[in-house]
């Protein structure tokens, strides 16, 4: 896959990107500091500075985002915080999911190649065993029925030990098996892995994307406790349906659930 740079850059965008204290290759554009990888990948685009599919990394977010406005947090240099800009226009508004499915299997193949077991936990986060590892925010744009472009963020947690609490602990890659990472290499591997992912969606391979990631489906098949506004129910899953929805069984029943009408307990 090829990427493309516009060496037209006016002084004014170069000087911003020195102030910034930038570092760029052909596809990566990295900085010390950011407020968010995504918010700064969405001007890039809007200033015409950037043309084609690219990424964005941070050393550190002052206002790194997560799903429904919750923030996400990370010690400085300790993690992999990253955006992809990319167009999949193959996709209709009923296929958005895939994407996600896609970027989801992506980060499970570089944690499981690091022997480090994981679960989807729908709709965005990475579990391992011992907690909350990565977290995903897609941000899409549209024309018509089909994406005019999507923002990948991602957070890995790779190198950080200590962390907030949160009604679910989030752990690092270290903490799974005490190893200390190469934050770069991490990055360069997860490029990789996002392109062989996106290869496979762009190509239609929408069965193999599914079964991979139904494998993979935290609580699939099992009794969970869910809430839905006030009212508290225990259900099965039965899946996520192709336009993303969590499929639960509850009392001989399927009901399809969106993204904001249900909150799973762990």
């Known amino acids: 896959m090829c990427y493309f740079i516009n060496l037209n850059l006016t002084i004014k965008f170069i000087l911003f990107l020195l102030i910034k204290n930038y570092t760029m290759d052909i596809n990566m554009i990295t900085y010390t500091v950011l407020d968010s990888t995504n918010g ?123 962390f907030p609490v949160f009604p679910y602990p989030a752990v690092g890659m270290i903490g799974e098996n005490g190893k200390e990472y190469n934050t770069d290499a991490i990055c360069e591997e997860m490029v990789e892995r996002l392109e062989k992912r996106y290869e496979q969606l762009r190509k239609g391979a929408m069965k193999k994307i599914n079964s991979d990631y139904h494998a993979l489906l935290f609580r699939l098949n099992e009794e969970s406790l869910f809430s839905t506004g006030d009212s508290e129910f225990t259900g099965r899953i039965e899946g996520v349906s192709e336009t993303g929805e969590l499929i639960v069984e509850r009392g001989n029943r399927l009901y399809n659930f969106g993204f904001h009408e249900l909150k799973m307990h762990y």
């Open 40 to 162: 700064e990948a969405a001007r890039l685009r809007a200033s015409g500075s950037v043309r084609g599919e690219f990424f964005v990394s941070a050393h550190f977010q002052q206002d790194g985002r997560g799903q429904a406005g919750r923030k996400w947090v990370s010690d400085p240099g300790k993690n992999l915080l990253m955006s992809w800009v990319v167009f999949p226009v193959f996709l209709s508004v009923n296929q958005q999911f895939q994407l996600s499915k896609a970027v989801s299997l992506a980060i499970t193949d570089l944690l499981e190649g690091h022997s480090i077991p994981c679960r989807i936990k729908w709709p965005n986060d990475i579990i391992s065993n011992s907690g909350k590892i990565a977290g995903i925010l897609i941000e899409n744009s549209w024309q018509g029925r089909e994406i005019r472009q999507s923002i990948v963020g991602i957070g890995l947690n790779i190198n950080q030990k200590i």
